[in-house]
């Protein structure tokens, strides 16, 4: 079995080119789409002052199993997403877009992994966005996590009743990243469907436009 499935796969880019760009996002996109798909979330933000980055996961999927399995069903996969971000977290920092000028941001599986990552990653970010996901591991799985985010912006929103992802696991999250001193908006929506919806839209905007100082 191949040990970093992801590697050399594709990595889009929208909005400003990082020689121009006020700050920068890693958009993650969801099990079973394309990095083009989370890019038209992007545009939804209407904060073309910001480049966005987004990985293509190896045949759509970052992981195999549900986010619930046990971590070891999902390696290598799980491993590999996890270096991809963390390769391109400090590509990006090289070219001058330190962590507290970044967001990480994520639908979905992608959610699940961007919340991972941050927590295994702990340092202050420009912020951290889970549109219907949260921490991974079957329950009980231990969450002490080292390091501090010090302070980062962190919006959780989901359904409360999603097929996917239990309204406890989000909980756990918000729970966790205050814990590590985040500063979290957890917002469940009564009803909704397994989706993105204009009112988590209109959050993440005033965070990207409090990240790039509007």
Same mark, same amino acid.
């Given at each position: 079995? $191949?040990?970093?499935?992801?590697?050399? @796969? /594709?990595?889009?880019? #929208?909005?400003? /080119?990082?020689?121009?760009?006020?700050?920068? #996002?890693?958009?993650?996109?969801?099990?079973?789409?394309?990095?083009? &798909?989370?890019?038209?979330?992007?545009?939804?933000?209407?904060? /073309?002052?910001? #480049?966005?980055?987004? /990985?293509?996961?190896?045949?759509?999927?970052?992981?195999?199993?549900?986010?619930?399995?046990?971590?070891?069903?999902?390696?290598?996969? *799980? &491993? =590999?997403? *996890?270096?991809?971000?963390?390769? *391109?977290? $400090?590509?990006?920092?090289?070219?001058?877009?330190?962590? +507290?000028?970044?967001?990480?941001?994520?639908?979905?599986?992608?959610?699940?992994? %961007?919340? +991972? !990552?941050?927590?295994?990653?702990?340092? @202050?970010?420009?912020?951290?966005?889970?549109? =219907?996901?949260?921490?991974?591991?079957?329950?009980?799985?231990?969450?002490?996590?080292?390091?501090?985010?010090?302070?980062?912006?962190? !919006?959780?929103?989901?359904?409360? %009743? &999603?097929?996917?992802?239990?309204? +406890?696991?989000?909980?756990?999250?918000?729970?966790?990243?205050?814990?590590?001193?985040?500063?979290?908006?957890?917002?469940?929506?009564?009803?909704?469907?397994?989706?993105?919806?204009?009112?988590?839209?209109?959050? %993440?905007?005033?965070?990207? =436009?409090?990240?790039?100082? &509007?």
């Amino acid at each position: 079995m $191949e040990a970093h499935p992801h590697a050399n @796969r /594709p990595v889009l880019t #929208a909005g400003a /080119p990082l020689s121009e760009a006020r700050g920068a #996002a890693v958009m993650v996109h969801q099990r079973g789409a394309r990095a083009e &798909d989370i890019l038209r979330v992007a545009e939804a933000f209407n904060r /073309p002052e910001l #480049a966005y980055i987004a /990985p293509q996961a190896a045949g759509n999927t970052w992981y195999p199993y549900g986010f619930l399995e046990p971590i070891p069903s999902n390696q290598p996969w *799980l &491993d =590999s997403a *996890l270096k991809v971000l963390f390769e *391109l977290v $400090e590509n990006l920092r090289r070219q001058g877009f330190p962590p +507290e000028a970044l967001v990480l941001a994520g639908f979905s599986q992608g959610a699940c992994l %961007v919340t +991972e !990552f941050a927590a295994r990653n702990a340092q @202050r970010y420009g912020g951290l966005v889970a549109f =219907s996901g949260g921490l991974i591991g079957p329950p009980g799985t231990p969450r002490d996590y080292p390091g501090d985010l010090n302070g980062t912006p962190v !919006f959780l929103g989901c359904s409360d %009743v &999603d097929f996917h992802i239990p309204k +406890e696991r989000v909980r756990e999250t918000s729970r966790t990243f205050r814990a590590m001193g985040a500063s979290v908006e957890q917002r469940l929506y009564p009803g909704m469907g397994h989706t993105i919806n204009a009112d988590e839209i209109g959050y %993440v905007r005033g965070m990207l =436009s409090r990240l790039i100082g &509007d």
